[in-house]
């Protein structure tokens, strides 16, 4: 009896410790304190409606702060088959071409040339946003999968790579 009675405290006790710790926010990018972190692979394969061979190859990373009014983003391509015109996050899943929602890059005359290039920047929920979005709209988007990176170049003006955001596991 009495093997049983300090069992049952000692689980008490550990589960009360567990409580006691949890500090809400659990280091995988879940928990209220965290720092969300997107990403996108950019291919030609991704591109809606005519994918594009041979292609440059991409990365996207979308970080927003704990207090969710800004976020850093960076994009980073190589292989690209002209200078780079113009890179946007677009509304849409992956098997949809939809509308720009903020624009990342662009304008006269082409500002990056080469195949190869990284540039980065921050938007905030005071960005001039398209389609008539709000900043949270933008936001619940890209949580839900319906937002995307596109880079466009010179010889593929309608886009030549692009990838999903999604959370970084």
């Known amino acids: 009896m009495k093997a049983r009675h300090l069992f049952a405290l000692a ?3 550990l589960t009360a ?3 006691a710790c949890d500090d809400d926010d659990d280091d995988n990018g879940t928990g209220p304190d965290a720092e969300l972190a997107f990403t996108a692979t950019l291919t030609g394969a991704n591109e ?3 994918p594009v061979s041979p292609a440059g190859t991409g990365t996207a990373t979308f970080t927003l702060n704990e207090a969710e009014t800004s976020a850093t ?3 980073t391509v190589s292989g690209m088959t002209s200078n780079i015109a113009n890179a946007h996050i677009h509304l849409g899943n992956a098997n949809i ?3 720009v929602i903020v624009q990342l ?3 006269s005359p082409f500002p990056i ?3 190869a290039a990284t540039w980065s920047g921050t938007i905030t929920s005071s960005t001039s946003l398209l389609l008539g979005l709000s900043w949270s709209s933008l936001i619940d988007l890209i949580r839900n999968g319906d937002a995307y990176v596109n880079v466009h170049t010179l010889v593929n003006g309608s886009g030549e790579i692009r990838g999903q955001l999604v959370p970084v596991p």
């Open 11 to 13: 689980a008490l006790a």
């Open 97 to 99: 071409a939809g509308g």
């Open 105 to 107: 890059l662009g304008a």
């Open 73 to 75: 983003w960076s994009i």
């Open 113 to 115: 040339t080469g195949p």
């Open 17 to 19: 410790g567990m409580v």
């Open 48 to 50: 809606k409606p005519n």
